[in-house]
Structure formats: structure tokens, C-alpha cells
């Protein structure tokens, strides 16, 4: 995020200077110019889209553990916890069965206890009897 806001102004501010302000070595800074991108980055991106792929092809219901075994089925060498973690990335999520929630689904009226101690719950104005 650093690299990429030095990218965006360094025409108008020194490199050094910028990388001196964000507390980042230039040399890094020129290092991501060359390959922005880190080869595990790479590699989460590339596995990232086998997952999205395989979630696709199950009709959007498996979670990561039936992804994790789609995937080694696919001889793609990962590890669970790696596919949970981009899968949360990715937003993917396993559908939960047709099951109730729990919360409040109508159900029988509210039974009314009789008035049988005549009390008067209506009055003319607030605060009187």
C-alpha cells in the first residue's frame, strides 16, 4: 500500500523523501517496481480461482473442507487451513442446510386473561384516574 502511494506521486515528491515520510527502504520500493507482486500472492491468486472454479462447479454449496478435497481429487497440492483462508477472502461460504433458524416465526395468538378484578386500564387524559 506504502509502495503503491510512492508509485502514484512520485513525480511530484522525492522517492527518498517519501520513503524516509513512510518509514520503507527505497531499495524495496524499486525491488516491487520490478515484480509488484510476491510469488505467494501469485500463488494465492492462481489458487484463489481454482476454488472460485470448483465452488462454481458444486453449485455454490461446498464450504473449504469439500473445496480441499475437490482440489487434492485435482492433484493441486494445498493445505486446509490455506483454502479456508482464501476462501473467506473470496467471500465464499458453504450453504447451511434447509434447517429452521431460530427467531420468531408467527405461531399462535397471545391468549388475553379476563378482567376479573374490574380494574379500568382506559383513562381520559394521562396521569389521572
Known sequence: MRYAFIEAHRFEFSVRAMCRMLMVYFSGFY????????????????????????????GKVYGYRKLHDNLLDADEICCENNVARLASLAGI????????????????PAIVADNILDRKFEVDAPDTV
Do not use: H, V
Open 31 to 58: 525491488a516491487w517496481l520490478k515484480d509488484p507482486l510476491s510469488l505467494r500472492a501469485q500463488e494465492d491468486a492462481r489458487q484463489t480461482d481454482l476454488i472460485q472454479q470448483e465452488w462454481a462447479d458444486s
Open 93 to 108: 461460504a458453504a450453504q447451511i442446510g434447509y434447517k429452521r433458524r431460530p427467531g420468531r416465526y408467527g405461531g399462535k
